[in-house]
């Protein structure tokens, strides 16, 4: 640049040396010094004709040939204007082999933008949607109109996906997830896990119907169990049959849980849902388990702490009921004698809650999170003496998803455990 610059003084220097000679000898020196800067005001003009018109023509080819600064100018620009060519080429090579990655892809991918309009979309999300380029800029609810999506779109709360019967063929079943990013824009990410759903139907109903087959050969095997045992009159009989009946009872309760469990998992929840007093329902839980806990000579309590008007829930009194048996009922069984069991019931702002506490054996913190897995055991030998069937959590967890409320578990070692159910307050 300084080249150039120095180049440049040496020109106007020799215009002016050329001018001022002129001038002098013509006796017409101040004429001749503004003819010189005239001529050099040209020279510029010039330079910048060519300048622009170079940059019209906005060609690949090289610049004008020019000397001084305005060689470097012109070179500057080429190099700048190479370099932005270079960017641009790179840019959009990466969004063709985006594009590229994006039309290989099976599932589907929308770009939504702030407002919920559909910005972009891949091949796979035009089949399985039926999107079609005129349908850019439409609200993603036009398309997806299931009141599932609509809610969960609106809701916003996309730490799940959500699975729905296709909008364009019912016998396939699409998984939606949603990702916010940038400015409030959201991409939808759509997977067909149709296989997957007709694999857990096939389970659900695999075990609906074992359960169902087994509970009436059972029932038959029960009734003369009981009747061997109460006419036997040989001693030697005796154990055997009790070990028989206990077996027995035992397979009864598996199977009607995995009943219970099945009919939670295959029903729609929300049917038969009535208001439901609170209280009521967990003084009629705890004096059906006073019986085993007064065996036990356990403390039982309930404390009822909400606000002085009834806690009415809209939900099936069944289900409520056969959750929270399931947690009194394992307070005592894994509390030993002599122990305390404790059910609260109090609220803030938000959320009721119903609390079961024990100060029974506790559990690790590793086996937590997996408890309300079936046939999660934290220990075998304290499941096979007290005659669990390995399926009460599961249930409880079914039953509060059902009503949109969740379960908390704390626990320590050795100090007991609190089985807390946290449900949205009633409107
Ligand atoms: P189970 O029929 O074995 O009781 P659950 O699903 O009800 O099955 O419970 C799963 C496991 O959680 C139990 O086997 C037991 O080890 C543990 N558990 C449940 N409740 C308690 C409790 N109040 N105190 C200690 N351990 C518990």
């Given at each position: 640049m300084l080249k150039g610059f120095s180049a440049e003084l040496q020109r106007i220097l020799i215009i002016l040396a050329i001018c001022s000679l002129i001038g002098f000898f013509s006796d017409n020196y101040a004429l001749w010094m503004l003819i010189g800067c005239a001529i050099y005001i040209l020279m510029m003009l010039w330079q910048m004709r060519r300048l622009n018109q170079w940059l019209l023509r906005q060609e690949t080819d090289h610049p004008p040939e020019a000397s001084g600064i305005w060689g470097q100018i012109f070179d500057n620009i080429y190099q700048l204007q190479r370099d932005q060519r270079g960017e641009k080429d790179n840019l959009q090579a990466v969004i063709n082999r985006i594009q590229e990655i994006s039309s290989a892809l099976k599932d589907g991918l929308i770009i939504l933008d702030a407002r919920g309009h559909l910005d972009f979309w891949n091949p796979a999300a035009h089949r399985m949607l039926?999107?079609?380029?005129?349908?850019?800029?439409?609200?993603?609810i036009n398309f997806i109109r299931h009141p599932k999506f609509v809610s969960y779109f609106e809701e916003g709360n996309f730490e799940e996906p959500l699975e729905l019967?296709?909008?364009?063929?019912?016998s396939k079943h699409l998984q939606f997830q949603i990702t916010p990013f940038g400015k409030q824009e959201r991409l939808i990410v759509v997977r067909d896990v149709t296989q997957l759903h007709n694999l857990e139907k096939m389970r659900q109903d695999f075990v609906a119907n074992v359960s169902h087959e087994l509970r009436t050969p059972l029932t038959v095997i029960n009734g003369y169990v009981e009747t061997l045992a109460d006419n036997?009159?040989?001693?030697?009989w005796d154990k055997p049959l009790q070990q028989m009946q206990q077996q027995a009872k035992r397979m009864s309760l598996l199977i009607n849980d995995l009943l219970v469990l099945s009919k939670l998992e295959t029903t729609e929840a929300g049917h038969n849902h009535k208001p439901i007093n609170i209280e009521q329902l967990l003084t009629i839980v705890k004096s059906e388990a006073e019986v085993l806990s007064k065996d036990k000579e356990q403390q039982l309590t309930l404390i009822c702490n909400n606000t002085t008007k009834p806690l009415l829930l809209l939900g099936n009194e069944k289900e409520l009921h056969s959750a929270f048996s399931n947690l009194v009922i394992n307070a005592i069984k894994y509390t030993p004698n002599e122990g305390k069991v404790s059910v609260l019931l109090w609220q803030d702002q938000k959320h009721f809650y119903v609390s079961v506490s024990d100060n029974g054996p506790g559990i690790e913190a590793m086996h937590i999170p997996r408890?309300?897995?079936?046939?999660?055991?934290?220990d075998a030998s304290r499941n096979s003496s007290t005659g669990g069937t390995g399926l009460g959590l599961a249930i409880v967890k079914h039953v509060l998803m059902r009503h949109e409320a969740e379960l908390k578990i704390t626990s320590e070692p050795g100090k007991g455990s609190m089985f807390i159910c946290v449900f949205p307050l009633p409107h």
């Open positions: 039926a999107l079609h380029t005129k349908d850019q800029g439409q609200s993603v019967p296709s909008p364009r063929f019912p036997n009159s040989t001693p030697s408890l309300t897995e079936r046939f999660y055991r934290v």
